[in-house]
């Protein structure tokens, strides 16, 4: 079992430039969801996914995107990098009994 | 008020002593209680749940709930310098299936 697996690991965009963070699960989960890490400032849940075909926006979701693919993968997308969204991003997915989240390993993502 | 607050420390105890981590939170109707370990450079990693009013064991690990006060804490029995690590709270509103987390209490274990 793989759990929460993220590519790439490392990224480093010009302003402006876009990309796609990649993240799979494979423990059947529902729930999927992407959180921004900075310091000082703890987990900030990006946009959420409470099942197959449905995306909503979390608390700082200004200039991204994201797309759930199938059951097993959840991207988010940057359309054009700003020096702001320099931070770690993490995708976790949440087993729907017990809440319990599983994060995968990060994508830090520099934007210079 | 913080819906997740935790002091963020450092919290520095010995090698071998009782660490005690602390969290609040503003939501009476929040359901489910959880503590994450995460080392510096690493994800969060799930370490307890707490669902009842009470306490919890796991290993050296006790979670602790009391729903009346709003409050929930982590017991680290026989601390080791390998437990040094930022501890995250995390709870979940009773609407609602995310999870709102505290931005954590940073513990150093001295050996």
């Known amino acids: 079992n793989a759990g929460v697996t993220q590519t790439p690991k490392f990224q480093v965009l010009k302003t402006g430039q876009s990309m796609t963070l990649q993240c799979a699960q494979d423990?059947?989960?529902?729930?999927m969801y992407w959180y921004r890490q900075d310091p000082g400032m703890g987990l900030r849940l990006i946009y959420y996914?409470?099942?197959?075909?449905?995306?909503d926006k979390g608390e700082v979701p200004n200039g991204y995107n994201v797309s759930r693919l199938n059951k097993r993968e959840f991207s988010l997308r940057l359309e054009s990098a700003a020096p702001s969204q320099t931070s770690v991003y993490f995708c976790?997915?949440?087993?729907?009994?017990?809440?319990?989240?599983?994060f995968g390993p990060g994508t830090r993502l520099t934007v210079t | 008020q913080k819906e997740v607050e935790q002091n963020s420390g450092p919290l520095s105890v010995p090698e071998g002593a009782i660490a005690s981590l602390n969290c609040t939170y503003s939501?009476?109707?929040?359901?489910?209680f959880f503590w994450y370990r995460q080392y510096s450079g690493k994800s969060p990693e799930l370490i307890m749940s707490?669902?009842?009013?009470g306490d919890k064991e796991d290993g050296r690990f006790t979670a602790q709930l009391n729903k009346a006060s709003q409050y929930v804490s982590l017991l680290i029995r026989d601390s080791q310098p390998s437990d040094s690590a930022t501890y995250l709270c995390?709870?979940?509103?009773?609407?609602?299936?995310?999870?709102?987390f505290g931005k954590g209490t940073k513990l150093s274990v001295k050996p």
């Open positions: 996914s409470a099942s197959e075909g449905t995306t």
């Open positions: 976790a997915s949440q087993d729907s009994q017990a809440y319990e989240q599983y």
């Open positions: 707490i669902y009842s009013n």
């Open positions: 995390a709870v979940r509103r009773g609407s609602q299936g995310n999870l709102i």
């Open positions: 423990m059947n989960h529902n729930s």
């Open positions: 939501d009476r109707g929040s359901q489910s």
